[in-house]
């Protein structure tokens, strides 16, 4: 069974520290690997695709990687605006869907 | 423009009503899904449209009927829900071309409610 792991399910970091949140796969054929950005009672927004390993995407603060077994999320100098939780999504031949992970939840205090 | 929109925003329903949500897409996206999320947990997949054909279900129970009218609207019927049906309805739309997946897009999601 496809499985998909975040990690950490929280974190509270400071404006201006930068981390990474992680996303660990267990699937058979990943096809794709999705980032999405949750507000609270809202839609997943998309950030990012990775389909292979060893390739990276960045868009402002963000930039994610992929390796045969994991993903990051890097966040460099956050801002109170990237809190959110962070959803990752692997698509798999076997499956023909989105598996999720649990996501992490993001707060960015000042 | 990525958008997908989704009425209502808000539903509140008795467990003996009726009601349908609407989802509609403009991006010529072929491939069309229902999710349903519960709070602090991700979303799970209902129905997949494929070119206006319902091509994953994935056992969800009859008191939720899915219709697609055409390529850019997408229903959820609602009928005889129960108080653990109250959550976010998300629908999300995609390309569906050949080769590597395409990318789901989500709408803002209807927040639903059965007492």
């Known amino acids: 069974e496809d499985q998909v792991t975040q990690s950490p399910e929280a974190l509270r970091l400071q404006e201006g520290e930068s981390s990474s949140l992680n996303c660990s796969y267990t699937?058979?054929?990943?096809?794709?690997l999705f980032w999405y950005r949750q507000d609270p009672g809202k839609g997943p927004e998309f950030l990012f695709t990775?389909?292979?390993a060893g390739e990276e995407k960045e868009k402002e603060r963000l930039k994610a990687t992929l390796t045969k077994k994991e993903s990051f999320l890097h966040i460099t100098a956050p801002k109170p605006e990237d809190s959110a939780t962070y959803l990752c999504?692997?698509?798999?031949?076997?499956?023909?869907?989105?598996?999720f992970g649990t996501g992490t939840r993001l707060q960015v205090t000042l | 423009d990525t958008e997908v929109t989704q009425t209502p925003k808000h539903l509140v329903m008795g467990m003996t009503n009726k009601k349908s949500l609407k989802c509609e897409q403009h991006?010529?996206?072929?491939?069309m899904y229902w999710y349903k999320q519960k709070a602090k947990k991700p979303p799970e997949l209902m129905f997949v449209?494929?070119?206006?054909?319902?091509?994953i279900n994935e056992s969800v129970p009859s008191r939720f009927s899915p219709e697609c009218p055409n390529s850019s609207l997408l229903n959820l019927h609602l009928h005889a829900l129960q108080p653990e049906d109250s959550a976010l309805y998300l629908c999300?739309?995609?390309?569906?071309?050949?080769?590597?997946?395409?990318?789901?897009?989500f709408g803002p999601g209807t927040r639903l409610t059965v007492l």
């Open positions: 449209y494929s070119y206006e054909k319902l091509s």
């Open positions: 699937v058979s054929g990943l096809r794709g």
């Open positions: 991006m010529g996206h072929r491939a």
């Open positions: 990775l389909y292979s």
């Open positions: 999300a739309s995609s390309q569906e071309g050949q080769g590597d997946p395409d990318t789901q897009y």
């Open positions: 999504a692997c698509f798999t031949g076997t499956a023909s869907k989105l598996t």
